[in-house]
């Protein structure tokens, strides 16, 4: 049965494809939506799960092993033999009041005149802010859902410091979004970087990060490349926070006995190769300086050895490989040590060496 909308519920289905597509926004209510009347939220509803499920399937359309329980286990995600029965994509109430007060609200805090000069964000901007994004209880469905909003909100056109603010409020949400991100923004919220990833492999929510494999080599690509290009005074900072969050994720793989899923890790740094890192390390480090208007040694240094600890992440990924290759036959790691090993043999050896020599030129050690 179709389901005619008005012009402003039109955009409110606008603001839903904009959070879980990324498809742009094309128009701006002039009289924003209230509460939506219930054939609207059931038709939100089916959009949304329609997306939700399509974008896991089709991550999980190939066949692959993973573990189950400590055990490798061959199909696809979607197969009976890989299913986990606690798995559930949850939506609360707080993607309801995303999409809602997004569309509601993002016009009005979208705008110039929201930035105080020298502060960032208005004090009104980020009390809007926390009335769109809710972070407490959140569940996977929202995790999910927030982790596609953050990526997508290079597509909305607003100041800096609004984006900036309003994907700090979703990783507070959604450790997903925060591995996406690649951001720690957890200090206020008194919560531990590696514990807070760890939510997403400690129970069958791991899911999420198996089924998204394609698109976090995908997000990771980009966040590196946009961070080697942020203004000068901030590219330090941002690459450290990258950095430091890359190796927390490692950290919290490693306790859960799942580094297995360091995959994308490997896929990602052999893409850069082809890509932000394509050339000689000498060039690589040319393109990090270019327009970074740092004066002193010590601060380019500082800049240079930022990014080699994105870059090292081939070196340690390497030593784990190799602590897990003494797990014999029946040790409680063997079946992840033969997915680490394979994968990082695969993936990772044949680009080491240009790692390995790019990661000198950063440090400036003898190859």
């Known amino acids: 049965m179709s389901l005619h909308v008005s012009v402003d519920e039109g955009h409110a289905l606008e603001v839903l494809d904009l959070l879980c597509r990324g498809r742009a926004i094309r128009i701006v209510p002039t009289q924003p939506l209230s509460e939506p009347r219930p054939e609207l939220t059931r038709l939100a509803a089916r959009r949304l799960a329609a997306a939700s499920v399509r974008l896991l399937a089709e ?13 490798r ?10 299913m986990d029965p606690g798995f559930r994509l949850r ?13 509601q609200r993002l016009a009005e805090i979208a705008r110039a005149a929201e930035v105080v000069e020298g502060q960032g964000s208005s004090k009104r901007a980020r009390r809007q802010i926390r009335r769109i994004i809710k972070i407490a209880d959140t569940d996977t469905g929202d995790w999910l ?35 996406f991100a690649l951001e720690d923004h957890l200090t ?54 990258l950095a430091a969050t890359f190796h927390a994720w490692v950290d919290a793989l490693d306790r ?10 490997s896929r990602a740094l052999a893409r850069l190769l082809e890509q932000a890192w394509a050339g000689s390390p000498g060039e690589v480090v040319q393109r990090l300086l270019v327009g970074c208007n740092l004066n002193t040694f010590i601060e380019k240094d500082a800049l240079r050895r930022s990014l080699a600890r994105v870059v090292q992440l081939a070196e340690r990924l390497v030593r784990l490989r190799d602590r897990l290759a003494g797990e014999g036959f029946g040790d409680p790691r063997y079946e992840e040590s033969q997915l680490v090993m394979a994968a990082c043999d695969e993936l990772l050896r044949p680009h080491f060496q240009r790692l390995d020599a790019l990661a000198s030129a950063l440090t400036g050690r003898l190859g």
């Open 59 to 71: 991550g999980g359309r190939r066949e692959r092993v993973v573990l189950r329980d400590g055990r």
């Open 145 to 179: 859902v927030y982790a596609l909003a953050y990526r997508h909100l290079a597509r909305v056109d607003m100041p800096n410091e609004i984006r900036d603010d309003f994907g700090r409020r979703l990783c507070l949400g959604s450790p997903l979004a925060t591995l």
């Open 91 to 103: 939506f609360t109430a707080a993607t309801h009041e995303l999409w809602i007060q997004t569309t």
């Open 256 to 265: 859960h006995r799942r580094l297995d899923l360091t995959r994308p890790i």
């Open 188 to 241: 206020d919220a008194r919560l531990d970087l590696v514990d807070y990833l760890g939510r997403l492999v400690e129970g069958p929510g791991v899911r999420l990060v198996e089924c998204l494999e394609d698109l976090l080599v995908d997000q990771w690509t980009e966040q590196v490349t946009a961070c080697m290009r942020t203004p000068g005074d901030q590219r330090t900072a941002r690459l450290t926070a």
């Open 73 to 82: 286990v061959r199909g696809r995600m979607w197969d009976p033999a890989m």
